[in-house]
Each structure stands twice: as structure tokens, then as C-alpha cells.
């Protein structure tokens, strides 16, 4: 049994604080990528992984230190002599285990590179869509009847707890809420994990929103010929417009567009992504 607390070098009475920070200083000389790949520093730094992941759980490194405590004073076993067959069966033993924490640490990273790549195409679609609705100016929604409506509401409404459960769960991620001033004194090892607070993951959804609309007003207006088989069809329509409606102006017309589709949008393209990624 492998002692982890010699294997990162911290004590047995060590907080999670400096078991955390013994961690990344020798997370970042034994990383692969730093070693160039070398599969030596790969299992060295599944090793460490798996060391962090025990120790910085209560329960699991009391189990672990119960299992420490018995080993340390547990009686003559075959399995510590020096014969053949109980090297053999060590050697045996000791790489089946590695084996599954390699398969533990890459499946960990799997699924972290899954998680990214949903959060990038939800974000990126939703901007997007809201980028080619705000460029084209579509104004559907006045030539829908009431059954095209229900469905765009319907769909609408879907997209929109699709949308905020997803922005939950990447929040919950990547996000965290920072202390107040006077608790924010912390030492570097006490860093969170995760990468961006709150507010700036607001700001981003604000000001990305706001930069699509800008950006697909901007060049919608320098390239309206190129979209004017669209502006014809909409002129061809206006007479089965209300009169009341074309009081307003394009761009108050353009509003609900640019409140329903994106959603819809982030909706259908995390489906595909989703589907895509099972038949993978």
C-alpha cells in the first residue's frame, strides 16, 4: 500500500490547505506536458492525482488512514517476503491497481473536456443567433398565424429552461462568489479552483449579448443588399400585417426576434451536440 503522505511530502496531521498546495508544486514539475509526454511522468502524475483526490476528502482519507494504521501494524504476510511468487503476485497487484487509477485520472479529464466543449457551444450559439437575427432582421413573428406562434412560444419556453439550466451548471463549474473584503485575505494556497467569479461570468453573457446585437445591427446595415431577397419577401407580406403594426419602427419589430430565436437556437444546437456525442 502506497503511503500517499510521502508521496506528495506533507505530514500525517497536514491541513487540506497545505496537502492542496504540496499538490500543484509537484502537479507542475510531474504534468506530462510539461515532461513531453513522457509516460514516465504520467504515472507519476496519476500518482499524485490520486494521492490529492484521497487525502483532500474527510471520509475517504479517514478510510485511507485506517487502512495505513492496519498495514503499519499488521503481522508477517507472505506477501512481504522476498519469494518469487509473492514478488510476483506484489507486481501483479500494484499494476492492475495503477492501471485503474490511470483509467480513473484520463476518464476524469474526459469528462472535463466534455464539459468544456457543452459550455462552448451553448455560449457560442447563443451569441450567434443572436449575432444573424440582429444581422438579417427577419420580423417572422408578425407573419406567423396562432398555431406558428403556440409553437414558437412553446419552443421558446423550452429553449429557456434549457438555457438556464445549463448556465447554472457552468456557473456551479467554473464560477465561484467571492469572499467579502474583509475575509478576502487569503493565502496562495487557498486559491479557488475554480477559474472566474460570478460577476465576471455575468459581465461576459451581458456584454457578449450586447456586442452580437451591435455587430449584427453594424454589418446588417452595410450589407442590406445582400439580404434584399428577405426585404422583398417582407414587403410582399406587409399587406397581411395589421395596420396597428406598422406603427412601429423596424427595430422595435425586431425585439421579439431577438428575445425568442436565440433560445431556440442554443435549444436545437446542443441537441445536435448531444446526439452527435452519443453516436460518438
Not at 498495514?71 to 511468487?85: A, E, F, G, M, V
Not at 492501471?99 to 459550455?119: F, G, H, I, P, S
Not at 449584427?216 to 422583398?232: A, C, E, K, R
Not at 400585417?241 to 444546437?269: E, F, G, R
Request: glycine share 2%; proline share 5%; no cysteine.
Amino acid at each position: 500500500m502506497i503511503d500517499y503522505y510521502k508521496l506528495l511530502g506533507v505530514k500525517r496531521s497536514s491541513s487540506s490547505a497545505e496537502i492542496k498546495s504540496a499538490y500543484r508544486k509537484l502537479a507542475r514539475l510531474r504534468h506530462p506536458d510539461v515532461n513531453e509526454g513522457s509516460a514516465k511522468a504520467a504515472r507519476e502524475f496519476a500518482q499524485l492525482s490520486k494521492a490529492y483526490h484521497v487525502l483532500i476528502d474527510p471520509q475517504e482519507r479517514a478510510f485511507y488512514d485506517q487502512r495505513l494504521t492496519a498495514q503499519t501494524n499488521r503481522s508477517y504476510s507472505i506477501l512481504s517476503s522476498d519469494n518469487p511468487h509473492a514478488q510476483r503476485a506484489r507486481n501483479l497487484a500494484v499494476q492492475a491497481r495503477w492501471d485503474r487509477v490511470v483509467d480513473e485520472v484520463l476518464e476524469r479529464d474526459r469528462r472535463e473536456n466534455t464539459e468544456r466543449q457543452r459550455a462552448v457551444f451553448t455560449t457560442v450559439s447563443l451569441f450567434l443567433s443572436t449575432f444573424f437575427v440582429a444581422m438579417i432582421k427577419p420580423h417572422l413573428w408578425e407573419f406567423f398565424d396562432y398555431a406558428g406562434r403556440a409553437i414558437v412560444i412553446t419552443l421558446f419556453v423550452i429553449g429557456m429552461w434549457h438555457l438556464a439550466i445549463r448556465l447554472r451548471e457552468y456557473f456551479e463549474h467554473y464560477t465561484y462568489a467571492p469572499k467579502p473584503i474583509q475575509a478576502s485575505i487569503m493565502r496562495d494556497d487557498e486559491k479557488p479552483e475554480q477559474p472566474f467569479t460570478r460577476s465576471f461570468a455575468y459581465m461576459f453573457l451581458i456584454l457578449g449579448y450586447a456586442v452580437s446585437i451591435g455587430l449584427g445591427l453594424f454589418i446588417g446595415w452595410h450589407t442590406q443588399d445582400y439580404f434584399s431577397p428577405v426585404n422583398m419577401l417582407v414587403r410582399y407580406q406587409v399587406a397581411a400585417v395589421p395596420s396597428h403594426v406598422l406603427m412601429y419602427s423596424p427595430m422595435v419589430l425586431l425585439i421579439p426576434d431577438l428575445i425568442l430565436y436565440p433560445p431556440i437556437a442554443v435549444l436545437i444546437v446542443d441537441s445536435m451536440h448531444a446526439l452527435a456525442s452519443r453516436m460518438d
